[in-house]
C-alpha cells in the first residue's frame, strides 16, 4: 500500500497535472490504515493543486517582473551599432496605418509654434515600429497630454522613411531627423524650442513605470523655464 502510495506521489510531481486530478488522489481509502500517510498525500497534492497552472495543466513560463524588465527599457535599431535603418528595410512600412494615441510628426515647425503659444516645450517621443518599451510610454505618460491639449506631442519612428517638414523647413524622414538630433534608441522623449534645440534632458528608455510620470513633468517643467526666461538652450 505504502509502496504504491510512494509511486503515486512521484509520478504526481514528475508530470503537469490538473488540479481536478490532483484533488482525485485517493487520500480517503488510507485515513483508517496510515493516517500520517494520507495526511502526506494530501499536503503534496495541496501543495501541486497551489503550483498547478488554472488552464487545465497546460505550463507557460512565469512573466518577469515589469519593474526589471523595463530597468533598462530601450530598444535599438536593428544593426545595433546606432546607426539608423536604411529606407530599404522600411520601405514596405510606409503603407501600413499605424493606431497611435500621439499624432505622428508632419511639420516640426509648425508643431513648435504651437507648442510656444501654450509656453510648453515641444515633446517628441522618438519611437521604433517594433519597440516593446514604446506603447506603455505612448499610452501611459503621452496620451493623457495629447487628450489635455495644453500640449503640443509629436511621434516620428527613428525607421521611418516617411516626409517630413523640420523645423527650417525642409524635407526630411525619421531615419535622418533621429540621426540629426542624435537619437539612437527608443524610446527617447525629446523637449525642444522653436528652433529644435533641447531645453530640457531627454527621458531614454521606459524606466521604472512608478518614477517616469515624475520625469517627465520635471522635464516639461524646465523646458517651460527656458522658454519664459529665455534662458539657452541645452
Known sequence: MTRNV???????WSKPWST????????SRLTWRSPALAMLTTVCAMSMAAAAPASGGNTHPAAPDSALA???????????????????????RRAVPVQTTVPLATDFAAHARRAASLNVPLIV??????????????????APLVRSGKYEVREIGMDSIAPVREFDGSTTTGVAWARAHGVKVSPTVLFLDTSGRPIADPLIGAGLPDFYGA???EAIAQG???LSTGAAPR
Open 125 to 142: 517621443l522618438v519611437s521604433l515600429h517594433d519597440c516593446v518599451y514604446c506603447g506603455p510610454i505612448r499610452q501611459r505618460e503621452l
Open 215 to 217: 520625469y517627465l513633468d
Open 20 to 27: 481536478a486530478r490532483l484533488t482525485a488522489l485517493p487520500t
Open 6 to 12: 510512494v509511486r503515486t506521489l512521484a509520478l504526481a
Open 224 to 226: 517651460r523655464t527656458r
Open 70 to 92: 523595463q530597468r533598462a527599457g530601450v530598444t535599438s535599431v536593428r544593426d545595433g551599432d546606432g546607426d539608423s535603418a536604411t529606407p530599404a528595410q522600411n520601405h514596405n
